[in-house]
């Protein structure tokens, strides 16, 4: 009985063996993290939740960013449904102002500003610029940077030096003045603010992916490839470029914050987007000569730009954390 | 042997990590047994559990880390006679104040990364004297100058001043050695420190380990992965696998006459160059088990070509096969059909014992 | 070291040529001419008025008698802020307002973050390093002109703590809210960093040798952590820098500070090219000298490259 137990038991449990390692992929794994991780999951609602006010609010709102309704002008907020509740209702000092200028049928739910025009949608258009500019500006900076990095770090020698010594001084030049100059040479404009932007932006990411070549290019799997008589650009394309995949997508998730932060910048020194068009830069810049009477027209868009920058904070530093374990044990 | 003095006594041990994938068994159920003046070595694959062993002993604890129970005493005497403490019961304070550096000390795997790059090797080594043996700094620079030159380093006033980063990796191994006998402890572990060191130097750190463990009379515990260190400096050894020891004796046994499956696939896959052509390199098929899941039976029985079917069911016991050589294996079952190591393995046995009797005759 | 030192100081004179050279290129490619803002000048006026400032030499000899003038500090006049002022007189009292406002933020900034990266280090997952965290957060994402607004509306305006803007009878105090609002940043950036370095530091295989010799935390702390941690930190200093620069433009603007950047941003306004230029060099000089102090600093610090290769 106990002894049938006792017997070699020949190729039946070689499965087992087998099945072991079913590992968990390594895309779930960092999904895993990254969903552990609170402020990450909540930064990509309020990224999310900006992106899609930044598209439809305009569209819904019935102003437009650019109507003056001289009339209106400097209206607190009014929320209807809130104003019940004695918050934006659009008193101010205890009087209702849209009752005394007539204007009881509006409701400008973060108010108007000294020509009248709505808040509200100025601050979703805004927005959108903002996204938009900082967007195209770091996309490109990410392309021209990969680009770079991925030559310097992948020929070395001679070439490695030179371009090495390029950024160098590039970058010890001081990116504000750099973009400031650029911007009084050329004047404002959409097209001209993401070129200001894109000029120092693409150092950072050029080294990064630089140290990262340098890092695998001399790996098994790299040599292995060369043996075999992959040519240069299959080895760049195909062996090295899809391990630094994580550490572009990190640092370019940081850059768009730092890429919103210059053009609000830029904007606030009155180097921003002319003037009906709004940004959240120049919003702020409008808004904080009169701050202190009407906050509001302040607050809209300073709490906007605070939660973008946030949100994408937030987010990259969620995404660095789920990439980074696997990262440092290779 | 005239009595023999124990200095750590591990006690069915068992640690578990928490993971983002579940609760990590790394050990479960370890026991284990040093003596002053024996080197013990402790064998296994990486993920075998050896190293979360050591630093137990070290109270090095990982904040995701959980001991399910055991013991681990450590016997020492700290000038008031002879003490029994059981090292994870005692506090960390303890622990760091009054046993690490002075009783136990340890040598890490990787000398490029183990000194601190920002202090001079004197200092380094200064730094546990100094606390431990109540002596002035004239007194601990001498002291030092004499341990740098007991592990082999020429000029050692000179090399005091240097920092890390300008010594060649064995040249660092020797100072990590050195840091660690610098208070003489009663146990030093040495976790793999040879892995890291080009084959050439390996040797020479081995023997130098060797040499001040007879000089000091200390206990060693020594991790590794490779067969051939174990052999030429361990008195005892233990084959762990899967967070347990499935076989342990002395050296002799676990090379002449291993019992465990696992042992003789660990000792043919030794690559042998006086031995056959024809002989082909083992290899243990399939990979250690994932400690994640639950255990059942034998934890090598998926892997084992003798395994039986109570393998998969139940857990081998230690079977005694002498006074110091013992198995976990059901092979070992007086129930259990008669099987022979591999032939190949046999071949290889019997050359090394005569080349081991050649070299006893000399 | 010898080596090092003068390999960045190369660099930086290297750079300090790259930014004159483009100074002057702007300088003479501006759309239009300095004098546009001004009435209608007949043709003779304006060569008048350009051989007046020097601008009808060949380029050669302009360039390099701008490079000499810059750096005996001689900028030139502003055309359109106060007509034929000299630069220098312009700037010379608002830089001391400037730097004094950026070295008070950047001290203050990085002695407040080192402190709270070690708290949060030292006693990881207690409130200590949760507030940490959301302090380095929080520092790090929101602009200086969210702090710099929020103090000015609060402390300066709703509670009058400090002056709401910048009153130069009594510059001490008036310097405390724009300290503040730009050095947030700084706090945030250094908390972080000095929190995760420490915490690779104690990980590391050399804080494992160190502590296994049985030294008391605090030893392990001061003769080990912090020194390694420091080394790393001040890596991080120079890129702060630039953010201090492009801050203190935006407080320097919501506090009325006189400064150098609230200047800089009236001429970029104006158009007064030659007061944009000048700044911008001043800028850049003292963005450089800052970038070559932290690298001598951090060869200082660092056995490794103080030691390298001493033939």
Known sequence: MNDEKFCLCTGEHTEEAEKEYANDSYAKEALHHFTANKGAVVSVFIILIIILMAIIAPILSPYSYKDVQAQYSNLPPRVPGLEQLG?????????????????????????????????????????????????????????????????????????????????????????????????????????????????????????????????????????????????????????????????????????????????????FVGLGVPAPIASLGSMINDGYKSAMVYPYMVMAPVI???????????????????IDPQMKQT | MSEKKQILKIRDLSVSFHTANGLVKAVRGLNMDVYRGETVAVVGESGSGKSVTVKEIMGIHAPNESIGGGTIEFTYDDGGGEKTVDLLKISPRTMQNHLKGKHIAMVFQDPMTSLDPTMTIGRQLMEGMLLHLHIGREEARKRAAELLRMVGISDPEKRMKSYPHQLSGGMRQRVVIAIALSCDPDLLICDEPTTALDVTIQARILQLIMDLQKQFNIAVVFITHNLGVVAKVADYVNVMYAGK?????????????????????????????????????????????????????????????????????????????????????????????????????????????????????? | MKKYVLKRMGISLVTVFVILFVLFMLLSLMPGSPFNNQEKLSPEQIQQMKAFYGLDKPVLERFFRYIINMFHGDFGVSYNIQVNMPIRDMVTSRLLITLAIGLQAGVLGTLIGLILGIVAALYRRTVWDSLTTVISVLGVSLPSFVFALLLSYFLGFKYQLFPLLYNSSMPMVSTVLPTIALSMFTVASVARYTRTEMISVMDSDYYMLAESKGLPKVKLIVNHVLRNTMISVITVLAPLLVNLMTGSLVVEKIFSVPGLGSLYITAIQSNDYNVVLAISFIYSVMFIIAMLLVDILYGIIDPRIRLAKEE
């Open chain 1, 87 to 267: 918050v934006f209702n659009g008193y101010r000092n205890g009087a209702n102002v849209y009752a005394q200028k007539g204007a009881l049928d509006q409701y400008h739910y973060f108010g108007t500003d000294n020509l009248g025009r709505d808040i509200w949608t100025r601050v979703w258009s805004g927005t959108r610029i903002s996204l938009y500019i900082s967007g195209i500006a770091v996309l490109i900076d990410v392309f021209i940077g990969i680009i770079y990095g991925l030559i310097s770090g992948y020929f070395g020698g001679k070439t490695d030096i030179f371009m090495q010594r390029v950024t160098e001084i590039l970058s010890s030049l001081p990116q504000l003045v750099i973009v400031t100059l650029m911007l009084v040479v050329m004047k404002p404009g959409l097209l001209n603010i993401i070129i200001a932007l894109m000029l120092t932006g693409w150092i950072n990411m050029s080294r990064i992916v630089r140290a990262q070549v340098l890092k695998y290019k001399n790996q098994e799997f790299v040599l292995a490839a060369r043996t075999l008589g992959v040519g240069s650009r299959g080895i760049i394309f195909k062996e090295i470029l899809p391990n630094t995949l994580g550490q572009i997508i990190v640092t370019f998730m940081f850059s768009i914050p730092n890429a919103i932060f210059l053009e609000a910048f830029l904007a």
């Open chain 1, 304 to 322: 906007v730009l605070a939660l973008l920058m946030l949100g994408f904070n937030l987010f990259s530093d969620g995404l660095r954390d789920a």
């Open chain 2, 245 to 362: 020891i499935i076989e342990t004796g002395r050296t002799e046994d676990i090379f002449f006459d291993p019992r465990h499956p696992y042992t003789w696939g660990l000792l043919s896959s030794i690559p042998d160059v006086s031995g056959d052509k024809a002989d082909r390199l083992y290899n243990i098929k399939g990979n250690p088990p994932n400690l994640l899941n639950e255990i059942k039976g034998d934890a090598f029985a998926p892997r084992n070509p003798f395994a039986m079917e109570i393998d998969f069911q139940e857990e081998p016991p230690m079977f005694k096969i002498s006074g110091h050589h013992q198995a976990a294996t059901w092979l070992l079952d007086p129930r259990a059909p008669k099987v022979e190591m591999p032939d190949q393995l046999r071949r290889r046995i019997e050359a090394m014992k005569k080349e081991d009797a050649a070299h006893a005759g000399n």
